[in-house]
């Protein structure tokens, strides 16, 4: 199998003669980011299939034809979870929905409805309801996990002993508490020898209900998972682009929730689009400058999983991180509008790890800082946001072109011409003096 690494060689060589100068010029522009993110080789490294990955991979040529041979189990019967399992009994998947509660799923497959979560919208005939983790497990093809960031692990765990051929998708766009593990992470560290991989981009579940056209992205380092995962959701309302930075692609999922408690909390204060604008690009800036320390592709975030999920969240009502943002804005206290949406909002955990993670390892997360400030420390808003105004000079897109990003020498220089400002001032006020004087 040609990795996407080998065809770009091939392509460069072929190029090169022509293309010298265009791409020192680019490495110059690029240097060290990308480097540094193939370096550290997170979702770069493409590993020698295993297993667990033939049993997709065997079947490929045939799933690619034929969707509906693919065997799949959803976990966690919220918003994402029903929406996404509600896509592939659309697409004649055989696909079964894991719902902890008995009861809700008895409701469920009486009403084939998501009373709670999805009120009002009528799911897929064939889709299936099951409260037992094992049957739903066992003999599938592909387990997507979409239950919230604080229960992955635990998910995870329940299901290892069950896991004999399938692969695993995350769909869940959180961090663990305190660990900042990814979930991604979660699965290598609890099922080292599994197939797995993660997807994420604009997807608000209501929309996909509606069949509003949306896309979304699924990364893994297995061509076959890929294939598959498209193979089961792809359809006319919602294309499932792929990519092989599952580190990126997962990072934008679960940073732009701090980004959409910020614009929330904006629109409380009226702001304009402007400010909106500022803080949708300086947002970016932020999740690359981190992504690229994790070890992900700073290209990444200018796709779907990065800056599409960003615009999305940060523009609606029906993202509930944005509407924990705006009820802060209100005044409310962050306990309280957790308890007032009754959702998940990962964005909350999220600003936390971040926070900690960005302290630690020098990070400049001015944006993320700054909510930490207001909604943990209980700092006011609006001098918060003063605050922020007031730092001083940056380079735009530092996190892919290469500058000095500190703008040391402007910086330096408006102090010397400052104090030499107010030498001379003290200079013309000798001057005055002495002419007093005489
Ligand atoms: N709702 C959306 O529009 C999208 C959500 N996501 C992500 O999907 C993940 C899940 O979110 P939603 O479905 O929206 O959440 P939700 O708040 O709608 O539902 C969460 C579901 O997880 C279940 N759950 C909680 N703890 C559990 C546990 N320990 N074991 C089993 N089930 C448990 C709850 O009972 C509930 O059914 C989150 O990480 C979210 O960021 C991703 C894309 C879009
Ligand atoms: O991730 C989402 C859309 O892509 C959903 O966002 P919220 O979790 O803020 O509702």
Redesign the pocket.
């Known amino acids: 199998m040609t990795s996407p690494n080998d065809s770009n060689k091939n392509n460069n060589s072929a190029n090169n003669e022509a293309g010298n100068n265009t791409s020192e010029k680019q490495n110059g522009m690029l240097a060290g980011i990308l480097e540094r993110a193939s370096k550290s080789g997170i979702g770069r490294k493409k590993s020698t299939p295993n297993p667990v990955e033939s049993a997709v991979a065997k079947d490929m040529a045939e799933i690619h034809s034929n969707p509906t041979k693919l065997r799949l189990a959803f976990l966690g019967g919220g918003?994402?979870g029903t929406a996404m399992a509600n896509l592939a009994a659309r697409n004649g998947c055989d696909a079964t929905l894991w719902v902890r509660n008995k009861r809700t799923v008895k409701a469920m497959a009486k009403t084939q409805t998501n009373k709670k979560y999805l009120p009002g919208y009528k799911l897929d005939d064939r889709l299936k309801y099951s409260h037992d983790l094992a049957a739903t497990v066992k003999d599938k093809d592909i387990i997507f996990i979409a239950v919230p960031g604080l229960a992955f692990r635990e998910t995870v765990k329940n299901i290892a002993p069950l896991i004999s051929g399938q692969s695993i998708v995350s769909l869940t766009?959180g961090m663990e508490k305190d660990t900042f593990a990814m979930m991604s992470d979660i699965i290598k560290e609890v099922l080292p020898e599994v197939n797995f991989g993660v997807m994420?981009?604009?997807?608000?579940?209501i929309e996909i209900m509606k069949n509003m056209p949306s896309a979304t992205v699924i990364a893994s380092e297995s061509e076959p998972l890929r294939h598959a995962v498209q193979a089961a959701l792809h359809s006319a309302f919602f294309r499932v682009f792929a990519s092989d930075d599952v580190r990126g692609v997962e990072l934008g999922?679960a940073l732009?929730?701090i980004y959409?408690i910020a614009m929330g909390m904006a629109a409380a204060y009226e702001v304009g689009e402007n400010t909106k604008a500022m803080i949708l690009t300086r947002a970016l800036a932020e999740m690359s400058r981190f992504g690229v320390e994790e070890g992900a592709n700073p290209l990444t975030f200018l796709g779907l999983s990065g800056v599409?999920?960003l615009y999305?969240?940060c523009s609606?009502e029906?993202?509930?991180?944005?509407?924990?943002g705006n009820m802060l804005g209100r005044g409310m206290s962050i306990d309280a509008a957790v308890k007032k949406l009754g959702?998940?909002?990962?964005?909350v955990n999220t600003i936390q790890q971040v926070h900690e993670k960005a302290t630690k390892a020098g990070i400049y997360m001015p944006i993320t800082h700054a909510l930490y400030a207001v909604i943990y420390e209980d700092k006011a808003a609006l001098g918060v946001a003063l605050h922020l105004m007031e730092a001083g000079f940056r380079s735009d897109v530092e996190f892919v072109m290469a500058h000095d990003h500190s703008n040391a020498a402007l910086t330096a220089h408006m102090k010397n011409s400052s104090n030499s400002a107010k030498d001379n001032t003290k200079d013309d006020a000798k001057s005055k003096n002495s002419d007093a004087d005489k």
Do not use: H, V
């Open positions: 918003s994402f766009k994420s981009g604009p997807n608000l579940a999922g732009k929730n959409a599409g999920d999305a969240t609606s029906l993202s509930r991180n944005y509407r924990i959702q998940t909002a990962e964005g």
